[in-house]
């Protein structure tokens, strides 16, 4: 028996996560799972928890009020120290770029626990830039054993920075599998704020805001060109999900208050928030995991930074990276609404990020790596379009 470990603490760890832990479950007979979660994000974590029916085995609960980057790393290091030394686990699972990512890699290491890195090898090159995700990943891979890549251009990352080929799985995104079983097509909104948008005749903006260095000026800035969007594009409604950090709420609520047809809710779970999406002509967004998530929907995405560790829905053409200059994001935002051929150059591009299966090919690599028997499983390959 492999006895694995899972940990996670945010919300958009626990969506890509859950597909594996699901996953490893259907294998008792070679597999022991266990479930272990800070909660450095709580309520947004445990809406995830109960739509995927997931009971963790160990609840940290470390979330408190204003709690800082020292906060979540000591609470987590020495919430994770009790509990790996209690289950003395034959691999720790992390994934992606949270400060949980980092403390649990680090809490495995301290032990001598291999640790398997899922979404590893993704890469802006600025440590600062996204802050403190992109120092996160770095610090995670330089301690993993196994890296489940996502794309072959994070696997490229890793070959550059010396990973060794034998220890690299291209798997695709996790996101993909938990979203093709998420979406459905009759889905009803609960949300109040919803009940008045016309999906039917109108096209809807999905908008989300929430980097630390968007903060301020950079957020008002965006709002102030879809404000004119608005105005110059009648059959445009917006919907924007207002991340709760007081410091957004106050940017959105000088700018966009009020608005005819820009509809302010409060942040949605994940279903449906997913399904929203689905019904969405185009997404803007700050977000790393949605750049992944829309494509696979069909819907173009305009990412407002300047950088982005996900390149490949770049080079796609299904995501266009266009910061947060105000002239920018309107003529951008603009030029989709009003040109039919660049939007469906957008959205009719492959999505390069996965096929739904990559919770198999990493549950399989963790069979192959610690049994030595199967098949090693076929890198996740990026369909050709026809």
Do not use: W
Request: negative net charge; proline residues 6%.
């Amino acid at each position: 028996m492999i006895k694995v470990i899972t940990v996670f603490g945010t919300r958009p760890e626990a969506i890509k996560m859950a597909p594996v832990v699901l996953e490893l479950k259907k294998h008792r007979d070679q597999i022991q799972t266990i479930v272990a979660v800070t909660a450095q994000h709580r309520q947004m974590l445990d809406q995830v928890l109960e739509l995927f029916h997931i009971l963790p085995d160990y609840d940290l609960d470390i979330m408190s009020q204003g709690q800082t980057l020292y906060d979540i790393t000591t609470k987590a290091l020495m919430g994770l120290k009790d509990v790996f030394e209690k289950e003395k686990p034959d691999l720790v699972l992390v994934h992606g770029d949270t400060t949980t990512t980092f403390a649990g890699a680090l809490a495995a290491y301290y032990q001598q626990i291999p640790v398997g890195h899922v979404e590893a090898g993704l890469r802006t090159g600025n440590i600062y830039s996204p802050f403190p995700e992109e120092m996160n990943r770095k610090l995670t891979c330089a301690i993993a054993s196994i890296h489940f890549a996502p794309t072959a251009t994070a696997k490229a990352n890793l070959l550059r920075e010396n990973q060794h080929p034998s220890n690299i799985y291209v798997t695709g995104n996790t996101v993909i599998d938990a979203l093709m079983s998420t979406v459905d097509g009759d889905y009803n909104f609960a949300d109040e704020g919803l009940q008045n948008v016309d999906f039917k005749n109108h096209r809807i903006i999905l908008l989300t805001t929430h980097r630390r260095e968007n903060i301020g000026e950079p957020m008002r800035h965006i709002y102030k060109a879809l404000r004119r969007i608005i105005e110059e594009v009648p059959d445009t409604e917006i919907i924007f999900p207002v991340h709760r950090n007081p410091l957004v709420r106050k940017v959105v609520e000088e700018e966009l208050a009020g608005v005819d047809r820009i509809h302010l809710i409060d942040p949605m779970e994940y279903e449906p928030f997913a399904n929203l999406m689905s019904l969405s002509s185009l997404v803007l967004t700050d977000s790393g995991g949605i750049q992944e998530e829309a494509p696979s929907l069909g819907k173009p995405v305009l990412v407002l930074r300047n950088t982005t560790e996900r390149p490949e829905a770049v080079e796609a053409g299904t995501v266009r990276l266009i910061g947060t200059d105000k002239n920018v994001v309107y003529k951008e935002t603009k030029h989709l609404l009003t040109d039919p051929a660049a939007y469906a150059a957008m959205s009719n591009a492959v999505n390069p990020y996965g096929d739904g299966q990559a919770s198999q090919r990493i549950v399989q690599a963790i069979i192959h790596a610690f049994t030595h028997t199967g098949e090693r499983p076929d890198e996740f390959t990026v369909p050709v379009r026809e």
